[in-house]
């Protein structure tokens, strides 16, 4: 349906750019307490990164953020804070189901 692809690239962009600030947020705290390693990185590998757990961690712990979508927040690595409104496209209007 067009209004549902309409809403749905209206949302990714905002869901991406919230992603991308709190990686940006996780890597900073985790600069401040941990030496980042990043010799014997291979994409040909499958070995995880030394320090993926330490990020996992400081993801987990990001707290008070506010995104484009809203309140961010993590608990055993989801968002918990998280909610989405179901429209539903009228001929002139919006309405949330």
Same mark, same amino acid.
């Given at each position: 349906?067009? /209004?549902? !692809? $309409?809403? @749905?690239?209206?949302? #990714?962009?905002?869901? *991406?750019?919230?992603? *991308? ?5 996780? &890597? +900073? ?13 291979? !994409?040909?590998? =499958? ?8 990020? $996992? ?6 707290? #008070? &953020? @506010?995104?484009? +979508? ?5 608990? =055993? /690595?989801? @968002? +918990? +804070? $998280?909610? &989405? ?9 919006? *309405?949330?189901?």
């Amino acid at each position: 349906m067009i /209004g549902d !692809c $309409f809403l @749905r690239h209206k949302s #990714e962009p905002a869901l *991406v750019y919230d992603s *991308v600030l709190v990686f940006a947020r996780a &890597l +900073t705290a985790m600069q401040d307490g941990v030496q980042f390693r990043s010799s014997g990185v291979s !994409c040909g590998r =499958e070995q995880p990164w030394v320090d993926g757990s330490s990020l $996992f961690n400081y993801i987990n712990a990001v707290r #008070e &953020l @506010r995104g484009l +979508t809203g309140p961010i927040q993590f608990s =055993e /690595g989801k @968002r +918990t +804070t $998280f909610k &989405l409104d179901l429209l539903k496209l009228k001929q002139h209007d919006l *309405v949330k189901v």
